[in-house]
């Protein structure tokens, strides 16, 4: 019985749309790709909003259920599809979980915050002709490096960085560490280290990213 493809909306150059994009293409999961035009503000339109109440992409939809937080999302893909894919994704024991979640959150309460910035004001803001604040890149900039530190140290014990498996705590980095290196001329933050810098180099080529990156240079 053929099954509905999921539906994500929301443009793939989002960071946050990307990391859901690289988890069902991991996961081998079909879906349809909605277009957001944000810059004509869908996102804040009333239809939108009874997906994402916080008026942000992505917003997901299986079947009935409607999801927003690409986190979340990631998560639920992995449950549900648990089958499908690369199945150790989302690991298959409650300590590899929560190993994976540990790092899952590192990424969105420690990675994220300054590089989110970073990716904002040296990829974004010179496209969308905004000035850029150079005070707040440095302090961005002091941040990761110090959450790098702890990273440097923790891949020098494990490939990766949940274990030795590849796993949704490293695709989560995927979306920002791209634009830092690719787009925001900040690679040195991640090659300067032995081990950020190998791992880098490790998760950026698998195939479901290179997918990613293809669906967003096709949409610029
Ligand atoms: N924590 C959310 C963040 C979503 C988010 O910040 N999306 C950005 C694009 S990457 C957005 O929609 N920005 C437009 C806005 O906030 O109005 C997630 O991971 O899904």
Redesign the pocket.
Known sequence: MATTPVKVH?PPL????S?VLACLIEKDVPFQLIPVN?AKGE??SPDFLKIQP?????AFQDETTSL????A?CRYICEKYAEKGNKGLYGTNPLAKASIDQWVEAE?QSFNPPS?VLVFQLAFAPRMKLKQDQSLISQNEAKLEKVLEVYEKRLGESRFLAGDEFSLADLSHLPNAHYLVNAADRGELFTSKENVGRWWGEISSRDSWKKVVDMQNQST
């Open positions: 929301g989002s960071t946050a749309v990391r944000m996102h804040k916080f008026g942000q992409v992505p927003f937080e690409s986190r999302i969105g989110s």
